[in-house]
């Protein structure tokens, strides 16, 4: 008799256990499939930004020399442009500045402003990467209205250290503008990015997207 109730107990106490793993509730429950591994991984805002940057970063990479090509009256608007703000600026410290066409001069240095100049590029990828943050329509909207113009101021103050360099320190300026031009274009962008984000998503809940 004892016997009966212990057998008894133990199927009672057992009889949870096997119904969890059949519901999968469990450590021993069936593994996520691919698809919803997948699912998983986008609704991480973090993975999400990487899947969809790199995508976007790829193409402005390759769009980038076509657009160059393709609407090349654009760029040299901007390039004309930009060397016309580059005397400016100068104009209002000394006027041992003048510029010519595309060439800007101080003193007897003179910089050729050329379609890397402009900030174009900078403002592509800034574009991808306010693109692929996880946030509304209308704020990515407006870190791109307000962001690409500081890209472009920065961009501008960037060619003015490199002209004073030229004309004060021309022993540097290659090492300048080999390595001081690339590594202040990944610090302006990631500065003008992190400043949107900060005034304008930062109070934002990051919401998962919609179930496929």
Not at 62 to 76: S, T
Request: proline content about 6%.
């Amino acid at each position: 008799m004892a016997d009966d109730e212990r057998e008894q107990g133990e199927d009672e106490s057992a009889g949870p256990e096997r119904e969890g793993a059949a519901n999968g509730d469990g450590e021993g429950g069936p593994a996520p499939g691919p698809i919803e591994r997948v699912r998983e991984v986008w609704r991480n805002p973090a993975y999400r930004f990487v899947l969809l940057f790199l995508p976007y970063l790829a193409v402005v990479s390759i769009g980038y020399p076509l657009f160059v090509r393709h609407y090349n009256p654009v760029v040299q608007w901007f390039i004309l442009m930009t060397a016309r703000v580059e005397y400016w600026l100068f104009r209002v410290f000394t006027a041992d500045v003048r510029v010519d066409e595309k060439l800007v001069f101080l003193g007897s240095f003179a910089v050729k402003i050329i379609d890397e100049c402009t900030g174009i590029y900078e403002m592509l990828i800034f574009a991808a990467a306010v693109l692929a943050f996880p946030t509304s329509l209308a704020k990515k909207g407006l870190g791109l209205v307000l962001g690409c113009p500081l890209i472009y101021v920065f961009n501008v103050l960037r060619i003015a250290v490199l002209i004073l360099v030229g004309r004060f320190w021309p022993r540097a300026f290659d090492f300048m503008h080999l390595y001081f031009w690339q590594a202040t274009m990944i610090v302006m962008i990631t500065a003008v990015w992190l400043i949107w984000i900060t005034l304008v998503v930062r109070h934002e809940k990051v919401r998962d997207p919609a179930p496929a």
